[in-house]
């Protein structure tokens, strides 16, 4: 499974990138707007910082608008992915940005119905949202793992997106149910770092070290 940043913030993204971890970056029309700058600078930004699939979002609701916007996004660098919404008129922009060998992601996937339908309009990514799921007490993780068993059965090749990750349980488990990819927000990949036996064990060696100075 590759890692994702789920951010707008420029500074989280160049330093998740320092990692060497960061495979691509998901945005939303909620981050973006946390940050208050324009859209499209963002965008350059982040899209000459990240080599990999770097999505955004169109807020368009009907496909002719959706596919203007994603036109327009997709102009501004050739990883950027467009993140369209799971809905009939998404369907129809998804199609068309197929066949203009244009990535799509669609976003809040809740059911495999919806999953399935996105793969064969032609998205490149399904993001179904775990942490949005839990929230109202589904199984998100059952969700992702249905996805993975009939993407695998049908020999689709549409990728999955954990999306909507609220703490690092939610990465392993991702992982461990078949997803590619797990779009992160900068908490959690903070938190995916640290383990209290780690920081124990380096103050250990330390202290041991620092006797026979
Ligand atoms: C990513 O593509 C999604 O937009 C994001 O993970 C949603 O997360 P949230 O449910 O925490 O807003």
Redesign the pocket.
């Known amino acids: 499974m590759k890692f994702f940043l ?1 951010s707008a913030s420029i500074d989280e993204i160049r330093s998740v990138n320092e990692l060497g971890i960061l495979a691509g970056v ?1 945005t ?1 029309p ?1 981050l973006v707007s946390k940050e208050g700058v324009s859209f499209h600078d963002r965008l350059k930004e982040i899209t000459s910082e990240v080599s990999g699939s770097v ?1 955004a979002e169109v807020i368009s609701e009907d496909a002719e608008g959706m596919i203007k916007e994603g036109k327009e996004l997709a102009a501004i660098a050739p990883n950027v992915t467009v993140k369209v919404p799971m809905t009939l008129e998404g369907l129809k922009a998804v199609k068309a940005f197929s066949d203009l060998n244009i990535k799509t992601n669609v ?1 809040l996937v809740f059911n495999a119905n919806q999953a399935l339908l996105a793969a064969r309009a032609g998205a490149s990514y399904v ?1 179904p ?1 775990l ?2 799921l839990d929230d109202i007490g589904h199984d998100g993780m059952d969700l992702i793992a249905t996805i993975s068993s009939i993407f695998d059965r049908h020999g689709i090749s549409t990728e999955i ?1 954990a ?3 609220r703490h690092p349980l939610h990465v392993t488990d991702a992982a461990a149910n078949g997803a590619h990819i797990a ?1 992160i927000p900068y908490k959690v990949v903070a938190q995916l770092v640290k383990h209290p036996l780690t920081d124990q064990g380096i103050e250990k060696f330390l202290a041991d070290w620092n006797k026979q100075q």
């Open positions: 789920d998901t939303n909620s999505s976003t993001s949202f942490g949005r997106i999306a909507s990750i779009t």
